[in-house]
């Protein structure tokens, strides 16, 4: 029992390597790197053995879209996680040696990659996740937030959308 105790102690004492990387909306899109399948984003040191975040954190003030997309040579797929619950998985694509580069937008628009989103409340997040499927070994992956207008400003855009085609009518 004590030894448990002991070994507890010393853990939670010794500085973990997991570093994270604080991320808002006008952030854009953020790299993350992964080794093979079953691999934590940023578990990579193939690619660098700099100390790069293995996971994000934001707090959000109303809603926003999460955004998680494969880069590189497509066929990976990622397991996303949100404050320690699984959100679920990216799509499944077949694989595939086309090779978008670093070009974040393209893949995620592209039916060829694996991509997902998710919406999210107002909240404090920890955002992970795993490579779930990888063919190709050691990859690119990249997130991003998005703001998500809010009802109100939808029906305001909506009501002054109305009011000028109700003056051009009239003309």
Same mark, same amino acid.
């Given at each position: 029992?004590?030894?448990?105790?002991?070994?507890?102690?010393?853990?939670?004492?010794?500085?973990?390597?997991?570093?994270?990387?604080?991320?808002?909306?006008?952030?854009?899109?953020?790299?993350?790197?992964?080794?093979?399948?079953? !691999?934590?984003?940023?578990?990579?040191?193939?690619?660098?053995?700099?100390?790069?975040?293995?996971?994000?954190?934001?707090?959000?003030?109303?809603?926003?879209?999460?955004?998680?997309?494969?880069?590189?040579?497509?066929?990976?797929?990622?397991?996303?996680?949100?404050?320690?619950?699984?959100?679920?998985?990216?799509?499944?694509?077949?694989?595939?040696?086309?090779?978008?580069?670093?070009?974040?937008?393209?893949?995620?628009?592209?039916?060829?990659? !694996?991509?997902? !989103?998710?919406?999210?409340?107002?909240?404090?997040?920890?955002?992970?996740?795993?490579?779930?499927?990888?063919?190709?070994?050691?990859?690119?992956?990249?997130?991003?937030?998005?703001?998500?207008?809010?009802?109100?400003?939808?029906?305001?855009?909506?009501?002054?959308?109305?009011?000028?085609?109700?003056?051009?009518? !009239?003309?």
């Amino acid at each position: 029992m004590i030894r448990t105790l002991a070994t507890t102690a010393l853990l939670a004492l010794t500085p973990t390597l997991c570093l994270a990387t604080p991320i808002t909306p006008s952030d854009g899109w953020q790299t993350f790197y992964f080794g093979d399948a079953g !691999s934590a984003w940023l578990d990579a040191p193939a690619f660098d053995d700099a100390a790069l975040p293995t996971r994000f954190e934001f707090t959000l003030d109303g809603p926003a879209r999460l955004d998680v997309t494969d880069l590189g040579l497509a066929g990976d797929r990622f397991e996303v996680v949100v404050n320690g619950v699984r959100l679920g998985l990216t799509s499944a694509m077949p694989i595939n040696d086309t090779d978008v580069g670093l070009d974040f937008d393209t893949a995620f628009t592209s039916p060829a990659w !694996s991509h997902g !989103s998710w919406t999210l409340a107002a909240g404090t997040y920890t955002v992970s996740g795993l490579a779930s499927d990888s063919p190709f070994g050691a990859g690119v992956g990249a997130i991003r937030l998005a703001a998500v207008p809010e009802p109100a400003t939808i029906a305001l855009l909506s009501a002054g959308c109305c009011l000028l085609g109700l003056r051009r009518r !009239s003309r």
